[in-house]
């Protein structure tokens, strides 16, 4: 069952251009120059109920216009959202209660009050009954481990801490789409991995459908079943995540152990495998897909004895989208 | 669903308290400016009247009364709404508009509301006593029609001044820093709030039909006095309504302009 669809989606932003200094300040008072900038360019895709999309591109690229507009919040210049069968931008209710967004360099609660105190505005604002609140809160405290943390003033938060509950707010009324922009931005590694496993289990839990913008590729790798690449306002890939980097992993990485010091970048050279580090024991290399098997094979039949171990893995995701955008 | 937006009143009213203690000398001094500027003018009323009997055809009484009306419609107002509209430019041009645009609730109601400012509350008690002590003081006998409505003009007057500060603040959409335009309006709120029988036809009649402050703080105690008639005041509630609607009209517009900002 479809949750999004979009068609023929475009934005254009009206700005003025600024000239340079107090003489262009002053020329701008009286004369503006209207520019547009066109966002987003008649996209189209439509997105399951249930899966979880990543949706990459660039600064600048349209994914934030293109999640505002899903959200309701922008008013698209053409083009048809439909989610669940409501319009977005008619802002109804109960379309608004089936939605969330988190963003992650914005913060909806309340600085100075315990984020509790938070919480349960949002309950009367969303209409939540008591037993579902105490339950739903009860679930994301226990799955962000923040029992101790909700009674505390939001400002005594760390960001991490905050993050989390930026995201027991926007998930307290049980949505059923939840739009992320960047939700893991200026956090540690511990807090990343905390948002992203309780996302997973969150969207498990409920059959949400996720759309998840992040310039952190791991939490797109690791939250995210679908990708979708936008670039300068046009959707560059839109499928299944998997299929994605198989149809890019023109590369793969061998990891290569020695038992004792050896000589092999002739043979590396005439596979045009380029080395990424190399120590005493231990040389790693790029390679094209199709020269892996060759490559290995030499090794094993000229250096059998002091070869101790030969790894192959995938280029990372981070990897394949630089050399997309390369 | 009354009930829903009670509750919510009831909520940021209580998140504000907490606020308010936790910044003990804001919440001590928060209502003093506006105190300070009601003894002002009841010094400067009852000097000017040392030395006249009427104003216009205004006497010592109707006066101070304006200015109690003044001070409660400006406390109530202070109180709910005041705060809330200042940080409105600030959220269309910072994008915080985002949040209040995805919740399932009147958004007008959400923007008016949730920045109450308690320090307002003496304020508010204060003026409420006095426009009753000066009210018996200008009754001959008590009649509750007469009292009633005297009220609903009030009532009138804090919605007018609600919607002429929102519609300030909905400029901002169109221009984004709206600081010296609020500034200036404060200006016309300082004429305004004076007996409207003072000034001449023109500025009376710019001050009930375009910007209807006159009716606000002047029309309740005019109407007690006898000094307007039923169709002065139903063209009144007119007005009220038709300058309401113009504020939300802007507002409709405005969140159509909506650019919010980037991330």
């Known amino acids: 069952m479809k949750a999004i669809t979009a068609e023929g989606l475009s934005k254009i932003y009206k700005y003025y251009k600024k000239e340079e200094g107090i003489k262009g300040s002053i020329k701008n008072f009286f004369k503006r120059e209207a520019l547009y900038k066109e966002a987003v360019k008649g996209i189209s895709f439509s997105v399951d109920a249930g899966d979880s999309v990543g949706f990459i591109g660039l600064n600048g690229a349209g994914k934030t216009t293109t999640l505002k ?31 969330t967004m988190v963003m992650g360099n914005k913060s909806q609660l309340w600085w100075d009050i315990p984020a509790i105190d938070a919480f349960a505005l949002n309950k009367e604002i969303f209409g939540v009954e008591d037993i579902q609140y105490n339950q739903t809160l009860n679930e994301l ?6 029992g101790h943390l909700v009674n505390t003033q939001v400002r005594r938060l760390s960001l991490g801490e905050r993050m989390k509950m930026e995201l027991i707010l926007a998930l307290i009324h049980l949505p059923d789409i939840i739009f992320l922009d960047e939700p893991t931005i200026g956090l540690d590694v511990i807090s990343q991995y905390n948002i992203r496993e309780a996302l997973k289990k969150y969207r498990d839990n409920h059959n949400a459908t996720i759309i998840l913008t992040s310039h952190n590729l791991d939490d797109i790798e690791i939250v995210c079943d679908k990708l979708m690449i936008i670039d300068d306002g046009n959707i560059m890939y839109d499928g299944q995540f998997d299929s994605f980097v198989q149809l890019q992993s023109v590369n793969k990485i061998m990891r290569i152990k020695f038992k004792k010091g050896i000589d092999i970048s002739d043979i590396l050279k005439d596979h045009q495998a380029e080395i990424i580090s190399s120590m005493e024991d231990e040389v790693n290399v790029k390679i094209e897909n199709e020269k892996v098997i060759s490559l290995s094979g030499q090794l094993m039949s000229q250096y059998l004895g002091e070869i101790k171990d030969i790894n192959i893995e995938n280029a990372n995701l981070q990897e394949i989208i630089r050399n997309l955008y390369a | 669903m009354l009930l829903k937006y009670l509750r919510i009143i009831g909520m940021f009213i209580r998140i504000s308290f907490i606020n308010g203690l936790e910044y003990k000398a804001n919440f001590i001094l928060g209502g003093l400016f506006e105190f300070s500027w009601i003894i002002m003018n009841i010094i400067f009323f009852r000097v000017i009247y040392l030395n006249t009997s009427s104003i216009a055809g205004w006497n010592m009484n109707e006066v101070l009364l304006l200015v109690f009306i003044c001070g409660f419609v400006d406390s109530v107002h ?26 399932p609730i009147n958004k007008r109601f959400y923007l008016a509301f949730r920045l109450t400012n308690i320090g307002q509350l003496f304020n508010i008690v204060f003026n409420l006593t006095m426009i009753i002590i000066y009210l018996i003081k200008l009754s001959e006998a008590f009649d509750f029609l007469k009292v009633f409505m005297f009220f609903m003009l009030i009532g009138i007057g804090i919605l007018i001044v609600n919607a002429f500060y929102f519609t300030l603040s909905m400029i901002a959409f169109w221009v984004i820093q709206v600081n010296a335009i609020i500034g200036y309006s404060q200006e016309l709120f300082t004429i305004g709030n004076k007996p409207l029988s003072i000034y001449p036809q023109v500025i009376q009649k710019i001050f009930i039909y375009l910007i209807p402050l006159g009716i606000a703080f002047s029309y309740p105690i005019l109407y007690y006095s006898k000094k307007l008639d039923w169709i002065d005041v139903t063209l009144a509630f007119i007005i009220a309504t038709l300058f309401f609607g113009f504020s939300h009209f802007l507002y409709r517009k405005g969140f159509k302009r909506y650019t919010s900002a980037s991330s």
């Open chain 1, 69 to 99: 507009m899903l959200s309701g919040i922008l008013k698209p210049t053409s083009g048809k959202i439909d989610i669940c069968g409501y319009s977005p931008f008619d802002k109804k209710n109960d379309f608004l209660k089936r939605i």
């Open chain 1, 141 to 146: 405290v226990e799955i962000l481990d923040v």
């Open chain 2, 78 to 103: 202070s109180f709910f709404f005041a705060s809330g509209f200042i940080s409105i430019p600030n959220m269309i041009r910072d994008g915080q508009l985002d949040f209040v645009l995805l919740k």
